[in-house]
């Protein structure tokens, strides 16, 4: 009896990979020939929920086909059951917790599987076609500012979020739309849950996919199609408009530069064409229209680049001059059962300017990149296994470091200037949040079963003592140091100014920047970063003349925001000392893991380690790194010449162009970013020199194009991580007067709104903004001014430091 049992009550754990605590949460029990649970209801009621083993008709025993129902309410559905909740968690605090995003998935057993990998700020209708009439109402009840949207993969998943996004369009709450890596099919399309179970009920590897989610291009509904206006023949063709003029359009909406992967502006806009109290308009920079939703017919709903223009006072005939020419006929919008296939990664949710369309990496090349990081990826899944929770984007730059230290300046990339592969990486997060340390203590592992550490540099030391260590002078108690000591102090002479620094708490090493008996410090690492420095000379009374030559420096540091902000500020930014390092950032909140034995450290990595250190990259005649016991001249090691591929150079330096010309060009980023994204580009060269020499098992080094698309992929990421961190210094500022006055300096010259200052800072109350701006105003720190507009429409008040002048 207890064998047929188990055969017709399926358990619900096993088969959709939930743990009796998710079970437990919705009180999961066995009812009849389907599973009952129970669901908290908007008046903090609960109520239950039947769903059959079935899950289609045909699937049921005949004798039950007749009366089969998927879904049933028990007994019946009360008022207030709108969205799937557990009884005993408030979905409103997980959204506050979350920073005010929720997800929104498509059916009660994906809320369950998004429960059980950690996202507790999950939700969903009962059904597609259920969505509340008090969809927007219950979003700003529960302080909702950002909906993540996975819809089933079918057309009913389709059409709810076509619905979604148009209850949603003017309601001042963000949404992205994911598309899951399955067809679309007419019915029971596949969701959350199969995802689930094709990451084989792997946490890591769902969350890890989970990002990588491309964004579901959802196209306009056919009625919305400019091929409505009755003179859409007189449309100017895109590529004829002037970029200045749109930009300057863009400008006077107040939309530039923060759009949507399809093109519309991320923030409603004012329109022009009326009175426009509230914003109530979107700008696509695609299309070149301005759709507003109070402008609805009779009257018009779009108005082209020209109208808007002409509204704002800017003349078509103050720009490059362009013949008036019929557009070709615009293309037939696809229905909304097709989907729009992306060809490069979704900029969703990214803080940094888009990539030129001719710098993006197209789907085939992103997907080449994963050839590109095999050993990243290996020592990353490594280093995670029994530790606490450590962001892989911090794993992944350490990883990159202990490759610079390897490469002790022993191969250049020659691309107009020789470019070494060492690096200067600084993770910058909050304390003990997000375990900087245990990325520091997995790397520092490596280098003790490597034999590494003679590679380090001693880094509580004075600038003298560290510059005679660069020269490699014996220390003065070199002869009461241990056998073990001094034979790693020779080997480490053989490298002496091409080696590295290691520091976990780094902010000592930046507080004794700005010491005077540190002074020559910055300049020492100024010069250690370039690698072509040649000698440098000091002449003392007591020693005579010291010489460092071909210094070549690497550096891994660990701080927090607040100390970064603190000891980082004007000075560093101009000598070129902050635009040196990639500075890594937390990309989420936190997520706990509990700690269990770490890994040993595999046998694999610590050959190619080796292999790289000793086998592939030259030494002095052949030989290898040895303890000479003779302190003759130093001689730098030799420097093997790195090939690339014509592809991987080509986008190499069409990543190069992007971030030294095109989009300084474009944007208005200030001088200290200008800086940092001229270094990004060079990094890219040096992490694909890294990348090849850490895949070569023989030979020279070669740059693949999958080594150049994995550079350019995790320079992104770091170029992202950059523009987090003014708003992570912001927010961890002491007070709220210093976190809004350190958020309008990095506003740039056009300042910030109070909506911008309210959101951005995470200020919910009105009031407790305008007295804070009050305050730092007083003190003559920032300035209030109208961004006039030259045609119709309010003029928009905003913020800025004092000295910078307004748009």
């Not at 190619?608 to 990259?617: A, E, N, P, T, V």
């Amino acid at each position: 009896m207890s064998n047929l049992a188990e055969v017709i009550t399926p358990d619900l754990g096993k088969a959709r990979g939930l743990s009796q605590a998710t079970l437990d949460l919705f009180r999961v029990s066995l009812n009849g020939t389907g599973w009952l649970w129970e669901t908290k209801t908007l008046t903090g009621g609960t109520a239950m929920r039947w769903k059959s083993y079935y899950s289609q008709r045909d699937s049921a025993p005949e004798n039950e086909r007749q009366t089969w129902k998927k879904y049933a309410w028990y007994p019946e559905r009360p008022l207030g059951a709108d969205y799937f909740c557990a009884p005993s968690i408030s979905l409103a605090d997980e959204i506050e917790s979350a920073f005010g995003v929720e997800w929104l998935v498509g059916g009660e057993i994906a809320v369950m599987t998004m429960i059980e990998v950690g996202k507790r700020n999950s939700t969903c209708f009962f059904g597609d076609t259920n969505i509340p009439d008090t969809l927007v109402e219950d979003l700003k009840a529960s302080k909702t500012t950002w909906v993540n949207m996975i819809p089933d993969r079918d057309e009913a998943g389709q059409k709810c979020a076509f619905e979604v996004r148009d209850r949603l369009r003017d309601s001042g709450i963000e949404l992205y739309v994911f598309a899951l890596p399955y067809p679309v099919t007419a019915k029971h399309g596949k969701d959350v849950s199969d995802f689930w179970r094709d990451c084989e009920f792997n946490k890591e590897r769902f969350l890890a996919r989970l990002r990588d989610l491309e964004l579901w291009e959802l196209p306009e509904r056919e009625e919305e199609s400019p091929r409505l206006f009755p003179d859409a023949h007189l449309i100017i063709a895109d590529n004829e408009l002037p970029s200045d003029y749109i930009r300057d359009i863009e400008r006077a909406q107040e939309v530039y530069p923060a759009f949507n992967s399809d093109g519309w502006s991320r923030r409603p806009c004012h329109c022009p064409f009326h009175d426009d109290e509230h914003a109530s308009a979107y700008w696509n920079r695609d299309k070149k229209i301005l759709k507003c939703f109070v402008c609805a017919p009779p009257g018009r709903s779009y108005y082209l680049a020209n109208e808007v223009a002409k509204q704002h006072g800017i003349e078509l005939s103050s720009y490059t001059r362009v013949p008036l020419t019929v557009a070709p006929a615009l293309k037939v919008l696809p229905k909304p059962t097709e989907m729009v296939k992306k060809t490069t990664k979704p900029e969703a949710q990214s803080l940094r300017p888009p990539l030129t369309v001719e710098a993006q990496l197209t789907e085939s090349q992103i997907e080449a990149s994963q050839q590109g990081r095999r050993w990243l990826d290996n020592y990353t899944a490594w280093a995670k296994v029994g530790t606490l929770y450590v962001p892989d984007s911090f794993h992944e730059a350490c990883a990159l470091w202990l490759l610079s230290t390897i490469a002790t300046r022993r191969m250049k990339f020659n691309n107009g200037v020789d470019i070494y592969p060492n690096l200067y990486v600084m993770i910058v997060a909050a304390t003990t949040r997000y375990h900087k340390s245990t990325a520091f203590k997995q790397i520092n592992r490596v280098l003790q079963k490597a034999n590494l550490e003679p590679l380090m540099l001693p880094v509580d030391v004075t600038p003298e003592a560290l510059f005679d260590e660069l020269a490699g002078i014996q220390p003065s108690n070199f002869n009461s140091l241990c056998e073990e000591d001094r034979n790693n102090w020779l080997i480490g002479r053989a490298v002496a100014a091409q080696r590295s620094i290691f520091k976990d708490e780094a902010s000592s090493i930046l507080a004794n920047l700005r010491k005077e008996y540190n002074a020559g410090l910055t300049e020492l690492l100024l010069q250690g970063y370039d690698g072509d420095g040649g000698k440098l000379k000091k002449l003392l009374k007591g020693k005579g003349l010291t010489m460092v030559k071909d210094m070549c420096l690497s550096f891994l540091g660990a701080t927090t925001p607040i100390m970064w902000g603190k000891y980082i500020g004007a000075e560093e930014h101009e000598n070129g000392f902050a635009a040196r390092f990639a500075v890594i950032t937390p990309d989420g909140s936190p997520e706990y893991c509990f700690p269990g034995f770490s890994a040993p450290v595999p046998d694999d990595m610590l050959v190619s380690l080796r292999r790289m250190y000793i086998d592939i990259l030259p030494w002095h005649g052949g030989k290898k790194p040895s303890a000479s016991q003779t302190l003759g001249d130093l001689i730098t090691p030799p420097v093997m010449n790195v090939m690339a591929t014509q592809e991987a150079h080509h986008q190499l330096n069409l990543y190069l162009k992007a971030l030294t010309h095109d989009l300084l060009d474009r944007y208005s980023l200030d001088d200290a970013k200008a800086a940092c994204y001229g270094r990004l580009a060079t990094m890219a060269f040096k992490i694909a020199m890294l990348l090849a020499a850490i895949h070569t098992e023989s030979g020279m080094v070669r740059i693949e194009e999958c080594h150049a698309y994995a550079a350019q992929l995790i320079c992104e990421r770091w170029r992202e991580s950059l523009h987090r961190l003014e708003r992570d210094i912001a927010r961890a500022s002491g007070s709220l007067e210093e976190k809004v006055l350190v958020y309008l300096r990095t506003s740039g010259e056009g300042g910030a709104s109070l909506r911008d200052i309210m959101r951005d800072c995470a200020i919910k109350e009105r009031q407790r903004a305008v007295n804070t701006l009050e305050v730092i105003a007083e003190d003559g720190q920032i300035e209030k001014y109208q961004l006039t507009r030259n045609g119709p429409g309010r003029p928009s008040i905003r913020y800025k430091v004092v000295g910078v002048e307004g748009k």
